[in-house]
C-alpha cells in the first residue's frame, strides 16, 4: 500500500529538538520533504545535512513562531522552494511550569506567545495555501495537559486546551478545502521540554517524573506518520498517548 507520506512537503516548527526533530528524521526517511523552523538554526542546519546525506530533502529556515512574518516566510519557503504545502506541523512549544503564586508572570506570556499565538500563526500563514491546493493537513501538539489540569501547570495547560479547541474549530471550518486536521497530546517524552521549568521545586519534581516514566521521541514521530500516511479521505483527529508507567 502507498504510505501516503512519500513527496509530501512538511513544514514543522520546533524541528531543532525533541518531538519536532524525531518527526523530521521518520517523515524524511519515509520520503517527506521536510521544511524546519526554530531559531537554534544552527542545530536546524545540521540535521538537514544529516538528512540530506541519507538521500532526503529538507530546508531549515530560522524561524521564531511569535513572529508572525517569521511564520509566513517559513511557510511560503516550503511553497516557493518545493511548489506547496501537504502538512503543517504546528509543534514548538515551551513549558515553565510554576504556581500561579509566584507570579512568572513573563513566562506566563511567552507560553500564550508560544503556545497558542504560535499554533495560530502557523494556521494563517499555511491556511491560504492549502485553501488554494484544495488539500492540506494541520498537525498541532497538545498533551496531556490539554485533557487535564494539574497542580503548578494552569498556564501550560491553559495553552494546551486553547490549541485542542482551536484546532477542533479549525477541523470543522475547512472540510470544504479537503484539509485534515490533527491533535496530539502526547505524555511524558524525554526531551529538552523539562529544561524550560526554572522554579526550582517544580523542577525538581518533574525532572524526577520524566526520568522516571519518560519514553523516547520517536513515539511521537510514530504518531505523526500514523496520522500522515492514512489514506486522504481518513482524518486522523485526535491521538492522545502516555507511557505505559505515567498514571495522570
Ligand atoms: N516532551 C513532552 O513530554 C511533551 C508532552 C506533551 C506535549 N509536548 C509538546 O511538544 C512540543 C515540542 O516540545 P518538546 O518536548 O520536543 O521540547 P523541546 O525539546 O524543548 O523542543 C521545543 C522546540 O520548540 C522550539 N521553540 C521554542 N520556542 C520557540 C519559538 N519562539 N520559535 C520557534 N521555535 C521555538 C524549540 O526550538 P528553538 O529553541 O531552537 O527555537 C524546540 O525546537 C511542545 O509544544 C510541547 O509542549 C511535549
Redesign the pocket.
Known amino acids: 500500500m502507498k504510505n501516503n507520506i512519500k513527496g509530501k512537503v512538511v513544514v514543522i516548527?520546533?524541528?531543532?529538538?525533541?518531538?519536532?526533530?524525531a518527526a523530521a528524521r521518520l517523515l524524511s526517511a519515509e520520503g517527506a520533504i521536510v521544511v524546519l523552523?526554530?531559531?537554534?538554526v544552527e542545530?536546524l542546519k545540521s540535521l538537514v545535512d544529516e538528512l540530506t546525506a541519507q538521500g532526503g530533502k529538507a530546508l531549515a529556515v530560522m524561524?521564531?513562531?511569535?513572529d508572525r512574518v517569521q511564520v509566513g516566510k517559513l511557510v511560503d519557503a516550503a511553497v516557493q522552494k518545493f511548489g506547496r504545502i501537504d502538512v503543517m506541523i504546528n509543534?514548538?512549544?515551551?513549558?515553565p511550569q510554576a504556581p500561579l503564586e509566584r507570579l512568572k508572570v513573563d513566562e506566563w506570556d511567552r507560553m500564550i506567545d508560544?503556545?497558542i499565538k504560535?499554533v495560530l500563526y502557523g494556521i494563517a500563514a499555511a491556511l491560504p495555501h492549502m485553501q488554494r491546493q484544495k488539500s492540506g493537513h494541520f498537525i498541532n501538539?497538545?498533551?496531556?495537559?490539554g485533557h487535564k489540569v494539574i497542580p503548578g501547570g494552569a498556564v501550560y495547560c491553559a495553552t494546551?486546551h486553547a490549541v485542542r479547541a482551536l484546532s477542533e474549530g479549525l477541523r470543522q471550518e475547512v472540510k470544504a478545502y479537503n484539509i485534515r486536521t490533527t491533535i496530539i497530546?502526547?505524555?511524558?517524552?524525554a526531551?529538552?521540554?523539562p529544561?524550560?521549568v526554572t522554579d526550582v521545586a517544580t523542577a525538581e519534581r518533574i525532572k524526577k517524573f520524566?526520568q522516571e516514566v519518560?519514553i523516547p521521541?520517536d513515539s511521537f514521530a510514530r504518531a505523526v506518520v500514523f496520522a500522515i500516511g492514512e489514506p486522504d479521505d481518513i482524518d486522523i483527529n485526535e491521538i492522545l498517548f502516555r507511557p505505559t508507567r505515567q498514571e495522570l
Open positions: 516548527t520546533g524541528a531543532s529538538s525533541g518531538l519536532g526533530e523552523g526554530a531559531r537554534r542545530r524561524t521564531d513562531v511569535t509543534n514548538a512549544g515551551l513549558m508560544v503556545n504560535g501538539v497538545s498533551s496531556v495537559a494546551k497530546s502526547p505524555g511524558a517524552v526531551t529538552e521540554l529544561d524550560s520524566y519518560a521521541a
